[in-house]
């Protein structure tokens, strides 16, 4: 028994011995034959006519995640031997990093790759070339904090690249510019980038309830960073509502922005003191869509707006309250709740923050001075002040216009029928093709600019759809370039327009009377110019309709007949088009306005009325003082009054009103002598 167990132990101990001293072989460094041949740079091969480099650069590849865990085979497994033939597959993450394949497939970006499309980023566009990817951690890494924006742009800030999808580079060139993108471009590393909003390998649309920037998420998306907003944020009245599932209520992005979110204090940031109530509240409580869902009142930003808050906001102030002021920033509650800052308990402490010592007395009214009124003294009183002076402006400013009215209309009847106005300015033809032009051009002006601004109170007067106005208007256009085309056919072939086209040519004289006229009326001089039949001003005038008619008659058939247009060239053509139209529509009329209306009208010398336009007619004296170069019709109309005086005189019914015709043209007239 003994013996057997002596063998046993000396078998046993010959064993342990023997394996003792055998050696593990060392593994063989697969890598290092691979890369005999593939370190060189030059080393490539030939697909579909282009050269596509095998070259893996060796200390890139040893410094990587995979060329320190492992060699070349243990993923190009089907490799066997040297010459590769048959060619070695692709090799696929999915075998190593399936978690993170499965939630790219989900992705857009996935989706797209499975439809075909081949510029949509793969694993390679982000962490690079798998023989050199290094961890997230590492600096050099794509897909480091510091990288993401640099390597989503590659691809998202490409205008070409994105616009080829359908897409737009904007959001990324906004991201660059907001308060987010500048701190990760002066190196911080908390700053959000790309994938903290929208996830790394799972990106899904905003459409999609599970993606991290859809409306219902985003607070949790934020609050990554700003986890203590968010939790006051979710309190509010916006935060209860959006837990509710409330669409209408605003998220973070709603107020902040999106990609191109800046700071509070950047006058160009939405959340800026100065642009709330006219931009970013205003979006919500501007309008009735509250009203007519939730029963919250309307027009808080106009209301606010002119209340002496706004006013002085509109002015430029720096410290006068705004929204966040009284409401709150996050912690937005109505009045009805006691947390408020605007309930009537807070109501001191809010104001005093800008108001030092104000009491209760101080915080009773409205701040938001047009709301609907209440049964308050205050509110009473406001609507007392209200009805008492709009009364008070529309009795008092109709009356006046009223009696403006009957005294203008007394002097210009009286002018009208004055028998001195003998000289005949416009024949009857002249005065209907003025007509006409006098008619559709304010037609033109009226309609035109309706059209333009359909929500304008010229708009609303006309009481017309848009349809009924385009149709008068081009009524009037047709009208106009009747006109027109009529009074070319005056110049050339009746007397009268052939003298009228004559006189009408710029000739020097007309630069000399123009600083004769300004030196006199600045009194550098004491002579008056004289002028011909049409002065410097009126040939301008003349010269400047002529213009302005062939550039609106142009213009304004390309956008009549714009689909004829748009076959002989290109769509822009009709937007420079509409754009010359409407400019010189505005030249025209401010023109008009400044420049005829004062000859016509608000002229001391012509004052109520010149009537020329309506008979004709002008008188001898009028005529004299402004044309007494035009001798051959001052000449005449001296000789007309004498004899209409002495004819007075024979019948005993002179007009003692009437003052004696000037002695010789040329000379200043009584009116300027007195």
């Not at 800026?272 to 205003?282: D, F, K, P, S």
Request: proline share 4%.
């Amino acid at each position: 028994m003994r013996s057997a167990k002596c063998v046993f132990l000396s078998v046993l101990l010959l064993v342990t011995i023997a394996g003792a001293a055998k050696k593990p072989a060392a593994p063989v460094d697969k890598s290092a034959e691979c890369l005999a041949c593939h370190n060189d740079a030059t080393l490539a091969k030939d697909v579909d006519g282009k050269p596509v480099s095998l070259h893996v650069d060796e200390a890139k590849f040893k410094a990587s995640i995979h060329g320190s865990m492992f060699a070349c085979t243990d993923c190009h497994k089907d490799v066997k031997g040297f010459p590769h033939d048959p060619a070695p597959a692709k090799v696929s993450c999915e075998t190593c990093h399936a978690d993170q394949v499965a939630a790219y497939k989900t992705s857009v970006h996935g989706q797209a790759s499975a439809s075909g499309n081949k510029q949509v980023a793969t694993c390679l566009s982000c962490h690079g070339s798998p023989h050199e990817v290094v961890t997230a951690g590492d600096p050099a890494s794509s897909v480091s904090h510091q990288n993401i924006p640099k390597t989503c742009g590659s691809c998202h800030g490409q205008k070409f690249v994105m616009e080829s999808n359908g897409q737009s580079a904007a959001p990324f060139l906004s991201y660059e510019e907001s308060v987010h993108g500048k701190a990760v471009s002066a190196g911080s590393e908390k700053a959000a980038v790309c994938t903290d909003c929208h996830g790394s390998h799972e990106i899904l649309t905003a459409a999609n309830p599970k993606s991290k920037i859809f409306k219902f998420n985003v607070p949790n998306t934020c609050a990554q960073c700003h986890d203590k907003v968010k939790t006051e944020f979710m309190g509010s009245i916006h935060g209860q509502a959006i837990a509710k599932g409330v669409s209408s209520a605003p998220v973070c992005t709603d107020c902040h922005g999106i990609h191109g979110i800046k700071s509070h204090i950047d006058p160009n940031s939405s959340v800026a003191a100065q642009n709330l109530a006219r931009t970013t509240c205003a979006k919500c409580h501007e309008g009735v869509r509250l009203t007519q869902d939730f029963g919250i009142e309307g027009g808080r930003a106009s209301s606010y707006l002119a209340s002496y808050h706004g006013l002085a906001s509109k002015l430029g102030s720096n410290v006068v309250a705004n929204c966040a002021s009284c409401h709150g920033v996050h912690n937005i509650l109505p009045s009805s709740d006691p947390k408020s800052t605007i309930s009537q308990a807070n109501l001191i402490a809010t104001c005093g923050k800008c108001h030092p010592g104000a009491n209760q007395n101080f915080t009773k009214g409205k701040v938001h001075v047009n709301a609907p009124l209440s049964a308050d003294i205050g509110s009473k009183a406001m609507q007392f002040v209200r009805r008492f002076y709009m009364l008070m402006i529309f009795g008092t400013i109709g009356f006046m216009l009223l009696h403006n009215f009957i005294v203008w209309r007394k002097k210009a009847a009286k002018a009208l029928k004055d028998p001195r106005r003998i000289v005949v300015r416009m024949n009857k033809e002249q005065r209907i093709q003025h007509f006409l032009l006098l008619t559709s051009f304010i037609t033109l002006v009226i309609t035109g600019f309706a059209l333009k601004y359909p929500d304008s109170w010229i708009a609303v007067m006309l009481r017309v759809n848009e349809h009924v106005r385009g149709i008068v208007h081009r009524v009037a256009a047709c009208v106009m370039v009747a006109v027109s085309l009529y009074h070319v056919y005056y110049l050339a072939a009746k007397k009268d327009g052939r003298r009228l086209a004559l006189d009408m040519l710029p000739e020097p004289k007309d630069a000399t009377d123009l600083v004769g006229t300004l030196m006199y009326y600045l009194g550098y001089s004491d002579k008056k110019p004289q002028y011909k039949r049409f002065t410097y001003a009126e040939k301008m005038e003349y010269l400047a309709l002529v213009w302005g008619t062939l550039v609106m008659v142009t213009t304004g058939l390309m956008l009549w007949f714009k689909t004829g247009i748009g076959e002989l060239g290109p769509r822009w053509w009709l937007d420079v088009a509409t754009a010359v139209h409407f400019y010189e529509a505005v030249l025209a009329t401010l023109a008009i306005i400044v420049w005829h209306f004062y000859g016509v009208i608000f002229d001391p010398d012509t004052y109520p009325m010149n009537w020329a336009w309506y008979d004709g007619k002008m008188s001898v004296e009028h005529y004299s003082h402004e044309h007494g170069f035009d001798k051959e019709t001052v000449l005449k109309a001296v000789g007309d009054e004498a004899r209409f005086q002495a004819d007075a005189e024979r019948s005993g019914e002179k007009n003692e009103e009437a003052e004696p015709a000037l002695a010789a043209p040329g000379n200043n007239s009584k009116r300027e002598q007195k």
